[in-house]
């Protein structure tokens, strides 16, 4: 009889729980910005500490990357796992966005270019070759993006 009263009691919480819709088939979802919000990563502090560092004009607030799932030709380092970055800059221009390697992501040492004018203008990370050399632009997957985790992170 001990035996019937736990399981009985097992049973009942489960049914408790698929009544009152925990279970996976009911859970709505996520809508459009919830899915950009869930590719948002944090920034590794090397990869802040030189995106920092590297800004001359304005400070560099808190910075966020969201890996693209485009494929980058122009350079092999960003061939594949490129990152866009993103961080609001003050007191201007605004949000800037950066595109690293994997390599430069993790460890902060790495390809690293400005993608947008804001970027460019506060950055010398890539101010010699133009971003379609490398591919990136406003319309790469990943890009708006990481400009909205960055409008989230501050």
């Known amino acids: 009889?001990?035996?019937?009263?736990?399981?009985?009691?097992?049973?009942s919480v489960s049914a408790w729980i698929t009544a009152c819709g925990a279970s996976p088939e009911t859970t709505p979802a996520p809508k459009n910005e919830e899915r950009a919000a869930s590719r948002c990563e944090k920034v590794p502090k090397p990869l802040a500490k030189a995106l920092r560092d590297g800004v001359k004009r304005g400070k560099l607030g808190r910075l966020s990357g969201v890996q693209s799932r485009d494929g980058f030709g122009g350079f092999n380092s960003l061939a594949e796992n490129a990152y866009f970055v993103s961080g609001d800059v003050r007191p201007s221009p605004g949000v800037a966005?950066?595109?690293?390697?994997?390599e430069a992501f993790e460890t902060g040492g790495g390809v690293i270019f400005a993608v947008d004018p804001a970027a460019r203008a506060v950055s010398d990370f890539g101010v010699d070759v133009d971003p379609s050399v490398v591919g990136a632009s406003k319309d790469s997957d990943g890009f708006a993006e990481s400009v909205k985790c960055a409008g989230k992170a501050g």
């Open 1 to 11: 009889m001990r035996k019937v009263v736990p399981l009985l009691a097992v049973l």
């Open 97 to 102: 966005t950066w595109i690293v390697s994997a």
